[in-house]
């Protein structure tokens, strides 16, 4: 272990990064979030740290826990930065410091290649002719891999539909019992994790195993010393989807497909009529739900007691207990129908769930085209949460660049629990007032009149033309993003719209082309990085406050109120100043980054609660004149950063 002036020394203008990583700067910040993490790893504490955009938490985080000698789990929030990190910055700064330590990473089943499940999908490729070249293409690679990890698979994209049948999940994969499991890609994977100083894994890894403890990896947990969890703000949106439970149409349908699959294997007929039965009750309960509601999501309460709903339902978990009784009879033929039995116990107890009354979770119902999804989860998980981590007597690093709302941690610590961590901010390094305008025009109109989106394009034109494109313009809703995209079709730039192609393509576009204007939603307010001219505007249509309708809202906000708290003030607004912060970071990326945050709400300064929203943004400086912001914008190019 290090003590404090080693790690300032590490970090500063004369120091190890500065002479092996070119352009590397000393930052205070930086400094101090360092300092920060190598007390709580020394103290086996918890540590809540804010760190702005361009502290350089990665390396802030990362040397103090190489230098630790301790075994570190770090838990990013995407697979995208878990796979940054792992093969980019450790990396780099391991060559930079001369500190030898054994790296593994560890993913979810999903993204390893199942040899078992390749096997048998030769069989069926007759089926699906339209993956052929693709299943022929990871046969190929099957035997010179390493890892399995289909990452390394060229132009396989995420949702590529063959990843389903060459990959296992926790319900259909056979475990120690599979004739596969010797050569085992997980197994493997998760047997270097454990051999390793320093892991790196995701959120939804680290939910699961340490809820349900089904993900695998439990044996590496008790010998962890460190967790470091980066974009920790995603892990606190996602941690209460563990404490729950959902069923889908297409869950059921994968089921039913999987018995169908194993019952051939085994040349059994007796499922057959079972399966039929089960695939028939989806698709009349999927109808019933359709009649009785077209909201997308909503409280399971306000259909359950509708007697067609009831009925179907009831039709439903009857022919899913009838093909549980016939597994049961055949389960000790293979492993495939042994699982598939266990499955089907799970799926019994869900719909017995949704089927009686008085529970204490909130139950709800999302509805697509095709499919739905029943859900329900705890609305507190702070409680459970705070239980399930005093098992590990360890250091616990929450960091991230929004944990803050209106200057206070409070949001996010009341989400997990963590009343007694030490809270620290680490403010950006970047010179705010001279890079970047804050525009706060006044719109004429209020965010639900119709004509608001032809309001926000054209007062988005000035600023359009004065960057070139160069822009992302950001919605809080598809209507809304679609309407302005027909807005602009016929205009000059170059229109890129979400879901015109995958985002990973979108965003080759716009680094590649002149005159460019992006168009997003949520996705593209967190987790991008554009930086340099490309980047000059990027417009805000609305405050993301949640959806007053959601189900999971109402029922949280149903609690506060009837704890004697605002709700909306307590719950809504501190959320959506976290989702603001995100979508305003998306333009200040570097030193050298400059331009305009165009927020068109006209509540940020009409309405008492916009305080707090632009009190918990970056020192941009503000303008409400469009001729202010065209000007910074048309000076651009001539314009020199100076520092005082």
């Known amino acids: 272990m290090v003590d404090s002036t080693d790690a300032a020394q590490f970090f500063s203008a004369e120091g190890v990064l500065a002479q092996n990583i070119a352009g590397f700067k000393c930052r205070p910040q930086q400094v101090a979030m360092a300092e920060s993490v190598e007390r709580s790893i020394q103290d086996a504490s918890t540590l809540v740290i804010e760190a702005g955009t361009g502290v350089g938490k990665t390396y802030a985080y990362l040397v103090p826990a190489l230098q630790s000698g301790l075994k570190i789990i770090v ?61 022929l293409q990871i046969k190929d690679w099957s035997k010179v891999t390493q890892t399995g990890d ?70 590496i947990l008790p010998k962890v010393d460190v967790f470091i969890l980066d974009e920790a703000h995603q892990f606190a949106d996602i941690l209460p989807n ?86 049961m009879a055949v389960a000790n033929d293979s492993p495939g129908l042994a699982q598939c039995y266990k499955r089907c116990v799970e799926i019994n107890g869900i719909l017995d769930d949704f089927s009686s009354a008085g529970s204490k979770n909130i139950q709800w119902l999302e509805l697509t085209q095709r499919h739905f999804k029943l859900g329900n989860q705890p609305l507190d998980v702070a409680s459970p949460f705070q239980r399930l981590i005093q098992e590990y007597q360890c250091a616990w690093i929450y960091t991230s660049a929004t944990l803050t709302a209106n200057l206070s941690f409070a949001h996010f610590t009341a989400q997990l629990g963590l009343d007694d961590a030490e809270c620290v901010m680490c403010d950006s390094p970047f010179d705010y007032p001279k890079q970047a305008r804050l525009y706060l025009p006044q719109l004429p109109v209020q965010p639900n009149d119709p004509s608001y989106t032809e309001q926000v394009v054209s007062r988005s034109m000035p600023l359009l033309q004065a960057s070139l494109g160069n822009a992302f313009m ?12 027909d807005l602009l079709r016929d ?18 576009q716009f680094n590649t082309t002149d005159n ?19 980047l000059r505007v990027v417009i805000i249509d609305k405050l993301p406050f949640m959806s007053p309708g959601d189900p999971i809202v109402q029922a949280r906000s149903r609690v506060i109120q009837e704890a004697g708290d605002n709700p909306f003030m307590v719950y809504q607004v501190p959320q959506a100043i976290l989702n603001l912060k995100q979508g305003v970071g998306r333009l200040i990326r570097g030193e050298q980054d400059y331009g305009v945050v165009a927020l068109m709400d006209p509540r940020l300064t009409t309405k008492a609660y916009g305080k707090s929203f632009l009190k918990s943004l970056p020192p941009m400086t503000v303008c409400q004149h469009e001729r202010e912001v065209v000007a910074f914008l048309n000076s651009i190019e001539h314009y020199e950063i100076t520092r005082n």
Not at 491 to 508: C, H, T, W, Y
């Open 474 to 485: 950001l919605f809080t809703s598809y209507k809304a993003l679609y309407r302005a995209a």
């Open 75 to 135: 838990s990013t929030g995407t697979r995208h930065l878990q796979d940054q990190l792992f093969y980019t910055d450790l990396p780099m700064l391991q060559k930079a410091s001369a500190i030898s330590i054994k790296a593994a990473i560890l993913k979810g089943r999903a993204n390893y290649l199942c040899h078992y499940r390749l096997a048998r999908f030769e069989h069926e490729l007759s089926d699906f002719p339209k993956l052929t070249k693709s299943y």
């Open 242 to 327: 563990f404490f729950g439970q959902t069923l889908s149409s297409r869950q059921l349908q994968d089921f039913v497909a999987d018995v169908s699959k194993e019952s051939t294997l085994a040349a059994l007929t007796v499922l057959n009529k079972s399966v039929y039965k089960v695939l028939d009750g989806v698709e009349k309960f999927f109808a019933a739900l359709v009649k009785q509601t077209r909201e997308p999501r909503v409280l399971w309460r306000e259909l359950a007691s509708a007697k067609t709903i009831e009925n179907t339902l009831a039709l439903l978990a009857h022919s899913c207990l009838d093909l549980e009784d016939q597994l």
């Open 150 to 219: 289909l990452a390394e698979v060229n132009q396989l994209s995420e949702q590529a539909p063959i990843r389903s049948h060459i990959t296992s999940t926790r319900d259909n994969c056979l475990g120690s019992d599979c004739p596969d499991y010797g050569q085992c890609h997980v197994v493997k994977a998760r047997k270097r994790a454990q051999e390793a100083d320093l892991v790196v894994i995701n959120h939804h890894l680290l939910g699961a195993d340490l809820v349900i403890k089904e993900e695998g990896f439990g044996e």
């Open 491 to 508: 205009s000059a730039f170059n229109i890129l719209v979400q879901g015109d192609m995958p985002k990973r393509e979108l965003l080759a």
């Open 516 to 534: 460019c204007v992006l168009l997003g939603t949520q996705s593209f307010w967190e987790g991008v990085d554009v930086r340099g001219q490309r």
